[in-house]
């Protein structure tokens, strides 16, 4: 089972420039979040979505956009990439939304950005 | 404010030792309490999770956590550790919405 797929693993970038992290699942499940894992802060959401079409702010989504076309993918895109931007991305999964459904995690993105 | 709190960064232990590992949640009700664990490189893989009842939860290698409502905490045991569990761990809750809220991690490290 692939579960929840990102694209790259790692990534350097320059200052103002733009880029997609990629994120796909194969469970068909309709929620899907990005977080981001800075040192000693645990995870902060940044976007969720919940079904194709449907997508809605996070704790810190400034800098970032997403789109949800189909059920399976959930694109992060950063614009104008900021070293503030530097950190561990991690796209996640679940059945629903009710809290008793655990989420599904992806490896991870690595991204510089200098 | 809800939080999560994680007290310890880093815990250091001894192969074949005890491990308890705190967690502190602050929600207005009860949280649905979860415990994820981080190898390196790789995502969050969830160890076992708390919604009501029986407030000793197993979970998977190995583990177990036992909810008290009383102290507002969540630790997480095991009886004899192993040289595969040093990873980073988490604690997170989460109550009627989407939204999970993570304590800041404890890094194990084991000894041989």
């Known amino acids: 089972n692939a579960g929840v797929t990102q694209t790259p693993k790692f990534r350097i970038l320059k200052i103002g420039q733009s880029m997609t992290l990629q994120c796909a699942q194969d469970?068909?499940?309709?929620?899907m979040y990005w977080y981001r894992q800075d040192p000693g802060m645990g995870l902060k959401l940044i976007y969720y979505?919940?079904?194709?079409?449907?997508?809605d702010k996070g704790e810190v989504p400034n800098g970032y956009n997403v789109s949800r076309s189909t059920t399976e993918d959930f694109p992060l895109r950063l614009e104008l990439a900021a070293p503030s931007q530097t950190s561990v991305y991690f796209c996640?999964?679940?059945?629903?939304?009710?809290?008793?459904?655990?989420?599904?995690f992806g490896d991870g993105t690595r991204l510089s950005i200098l | 404010a809800q939080s999560v709190t994680q007290p310890d960064i880093h815990i250091t232990v001894s192969e074949g030792a005890s491990l308890e590992l705190r967690c502190n949640y602050s929600?207005?009700?009860?949280?649905?309490l979860f415990w994820y664990v981080q190898s390196p490189g790789q995502g969050l893989q969830l160890l076992l999770k708390?919604?009501?009842?029986?407030?000793l939860v197993q979970g998977i290698k190995g583990f177990e956590a036992e909810f008290k409502r009383s102290q507002s905490s969540f630790n997480l045991r095991k009886p004899s550790v192993h040289w595969s569990d040093a990873a980073e761990y988490f604690c997170?809750?989460?109550?009627?919405?989407?939204?999970?809220?993570f304590g800041t991690g404890t890094r194990l490290k084991v000894l041989a």
């Open positions: 996640a999964s679940s059945y629903s939304l009710e809290e008793d459904q655990p989420q599904h």
């Open positions: 469970m068909n499940h309709n929620y």
């Open positions: 979505s919940v079904g194709a079409g449907i997508t």
């Open positions: 929600y207005g009700a009860t949280p649905y």
């Open positions: 708390y919604f009501s009842g029986d407030t």
């Open positions: 997170a809750g989460s109550t009627r919405t989407y939204k999970y809220i």
